[in-house]
C-alpha cells in the first residue's frame, strides 16, 4: 500500500515482499514451542531446524528462481512476435524473499509469538 496507495491482494497472499510471512510464522512457532516446552527438547530442535530450512529456502532456492523468472521473462518480451513463445505467460518473479526481509519476518514472528504467549500466561495465573 505504501508504495502503489492501494491495496494489492495479490501481495497479501503471494510469496516474496516484506516482512517475510513464511519466516514469521516458522519462526512465531518455534519460539512457542520453545517456551511452552522449553529450549532443551526435542520439540524445540524440530521446530528450530523447520524454521531455519524455511528461512534458507526463502533467501536461497526461491529467490534465485524469482531472479531467473525475471531474465527469462525479458528474454521473452524480446522474442519477434511470430515467434511461437512470445505469447506465453510470464512466470511469477516475486517468489523468494532478500535477507532483510526474512530477518524481518524472523523479528515479526518471535515478538508476535512472545507477546500473545505472555498475555495468554498473564490470563491464565489469575
Known amino acids: 500500500m505504501y508504495r502503489e496507495h492501494r491495496w494489492d491482494l495479490k ?3 503471494g510469496s516474496g515482499g516484506m516482512p ?31 524454521a531455519c530450512i524455511v528461512m534458507y529456502d526463502a533467501t536461497g532456492v526461491r ?7 525475471e531474465v527469462l521473462n ?22 523468494g524473499h532478500t535477507p532483510p526481509q526474512v530477518i524481518a519476518g524472523g523479528l515479526l514472528g518471535t515478538m508476535t509469538a512472545t507477546i500473545i504467549y505472555l498475555i495468554s500466561y498473564s490470563g491464565s495465573s489469575a
Open 11 to 13: 501481495q497479501l497472499i
Open 20 to 50: 517475510s510471512s513464511h519466516s514469521a510464522t516458522v519462526t512465531a512457532f518455534a519460539v512457542v514451542v520453545g517456551l511452552q516446552d522449553g529450549l532443551g527438547g526435542s520439540s524445540f530442535a524440530t521446530a528450530l531446524i523447520i
Open 63 to 69: 529467490l534465485q528462481v524469482g531472479r531467473q523468472a
Open 74 to 95: 525479458q528474454i521473452v518480451y524480446e522474442l519477434p512476435a511470430e515467434h511461437p513463445l512470445a505469447e506465453s505467460i510470464p512466470l511469477c518473479e516475486l517468489l
